[in-house]
Nanobody, 126 residues
C-alpha cells in the first residue's frame, strides 16, 4: 500500500507563493495518476490538480488555472504543487492522493483516488 506525505505548507501573504511536495513510498509511484485536493473549514474537499503517470498531461480546477501548476519527478517518487498569486480563498488543508488501480482518470473525482496523505495546512493572510 502506498504511503503519501505532504510537506511545504505554511503561512503566506496574499500574492505570495508556496511549493508543496508529496512524497510517496511503498508502491510504484510512476504507475499512479496523482492529484491534489484541498479542504477549507466547513467546506467539502475539492479537486485542485491532477497529473498523468508520465507527467505529460494535467488537469486543473478553474479556480487555480494560471496560478497553480503540478509536476512530478518519478525518479524521486515525488509530486509538487507550485502555487503562485495566492489569495485568502486558497486557505485550506491540501491533500495529495493517488489512483493505484488499473482504471485511471485525470478528472477530479475524489472516489477514484484510493490513497491519501494526511494533509498540509496552507494559510493565506490579507
Amino acid at each position: 500500500q502506498v504511503q503519501l506525505v505532504e510537506s511545504g505548507g505554511g503561512l503566506v501573504q496574499a500574492g505570495g507563493s508556496l511549493r508543496l511536495s508529496c512524497a510517496a513510498s511503498g508502491g510504484t509511484f510512476s504507475t499512479y495518476v496523482m492529484g491534489w485536493f484541498r479542504q477549507a473549514p466547513g467546506k467539502v474537499r475539492e479537486f485542485v490538480k491532477s497529473i498523468s503517470t508520465s507527467g505529460g498531461s494535467t488537469n486543473s480546477a478553474e479556480s487555480v488555472k494560471g496560478r497553480f501548476s503540478v509536476s512530478r519527478d518519478n525518479a524521486k517518487n515525488t509530486m509538487y504543487l507550485q502555487m503562485n498569486s495566492l489569495q485568502p480563498e486558497d486557505t485550506a488543508v491540501y491533500y495529495c492522493a493517488a489512483q493505484t488501480g488499473p482504471l485511471k482518470t485525470l478528472l477530479g473525482l475524489r472516489q477514484r483516488y484510493d490513497s491519501w496523505g494526511q494533509g498540509t495546512q496552507v494559510t493565506v493572510s490579507t
